[in-house]
């Protein structure tokens, strides 16, 4: 167990068995911060909450989680690296394939109004800051005809808040909706529309 726990820790470089290959491309120890490339504080920031410009959101550790909401818990399971809850993998499942329906109904809304998907994510971007707070987020999907309710809507804004700040790239955002539609996922007929 001891093993296990010092090569989940941030900045383990250790293989855990012989073969198997290191995940952790940085080191994530908080007092190298000053010094970090933006590539490796994003990185650090998004799987460890460390070098974060802003603080996270969620906090991922057994306290945290006690009584925490659906979306904190799933942000947690969806991108900590940590130790997880068992319902993990089924909140996983459900956050990606809400995901992926909002996706593939961004992807048909821009097809519909033919404009392309990063001037539709573009448009919903009030303070044009390259990001959708999660109000600017749920205005979105429903503008994109999406109808989701309110603790699903929060489940997926967690599975597109990838850095756990509150807010969702325009660009991440676009670039996952122009990947579902150019890997077949988008095969949706034009009256169907996600619902949960």
């Not at 470089?13 to 940085?26: E, L």
């Not at 996270?56 to 900590?80: E, I, K, N, P």
């Not at 756990?164 to 007929?189: I, M, Q």
């Amino acid at each position: 167990a001891g093993d296990a726990a010092a090569a989940a820790a941030p900045g383990a470089g250790a293989a855990v068995d012989s073969g198997a290959i290191d995940a952790t491309p940085y080191d994530c120890e908080a007092e190298h911060a000053a010094g970090w490339r933006a590539e490796q504080r994003r990185w650090c920031c998004g799987n460890y909450g460390v070098g974060c410009e802003r603080p996270m959101l969620y906090g991922c550790g057994a306290d945290d989680l006690r009584g925490a909401s659906t979306q904190h818990r799933t942000w947690c399971c969806l991108h900590s690296k940590g130790a997880l809850p068992p319902d993990c993998p089924q909140s996983k499942a459900q956050a990606l394939q809400l995901a992926n329906s909002v996706l593939r109904a961004v992807a048909g809304y821009a097809a519909d109004i033919r404009e392309p998907l990063v001037a539709v994510v573009a448009a919903a971007d009030r303070d044009r800051d390259g990001m959708l707070s999660q109000d600017e987020f749920a205005s979105f999907i429903a503008r994109c005809r999406v109808r989701l309710g309110e603790q699903a809507a929060n489940i997926t804004f967690a599975a597109f808040d990838a850095a756990g700040l509150g807010e969702v790239r325009c660009h991440d955002l676009s670039t996952r909706a122009y990947k579902a539609a150019a890997l077949g996922f988008f095969g949706r007929k034009n009256d169907e529309r996600p619902t949960a």
